[in-house]
């Protein structure tokens, strides 16, 4: 599986056939990649999973579903309002729920956070669990830090962990360190959500995990697993 941080909280997950974009807030992105010749244009996914309603995760999901007729994988009501403006390839689905997918699955985990557009509520916010293959990666979306990430970590195995270090309306990075050490990935920690614009801007530094290394990958990045 090739791992592509797109900046913030977006990551494009794929093994060539199956192509997986999550939270793809591209477009006004200041750290999106646009400078590397990456832009919601040359993205081509065969599946979006979103794991909250705010409009720095929704980001270009809209225009891209249309585009491309990729499945938009979604907690409920967000689900809905992704359908509401014109796409049809939705898998509707709470935290604690799995959909089934050609390349595995994925599944909704909690998370501790708000989820609403304009005021309209876009049902929980949640963490995105990936199995593609052999492979598993646990997009903690944007929360809290809980101590249940222990129990993500013994059900899903996660290689990869992706959690937010940005502080604020997330974890800052000494939660992040300490969830990466309940959930326990086996490969390596990516931080997210950090150093996207002032409010938001941490000492990556700080984010120093024990249970595994971290890999802190700029816009554009990719990572083999
Ligand atoms: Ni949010
Ligand atoms: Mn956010």
Redesign the pocket.
Known sequence: MNITFLG??AFYLTDGDHRVLIDPFLTGNPVAPSTAGLTPADINPTHIALT?G?D??IGDTIDIARRTDATVIAPYELANFIGEHGVTNLEPAGSGGTIATPFGSVSFVQAF?SSSTDGRYMGPACGIVVLMHDKVVYHAG?TALFSDMALIGELFKPHVAIV?IGDR??MGPMHASKAVDLIKPSVCAIPC?YNTWPPITVDASQFKPTACKVEALKPGESLEL
């Open positions: 913030h909280s909250h705010h720095d995760h956070h944007d937010p309306f997330t959500h």
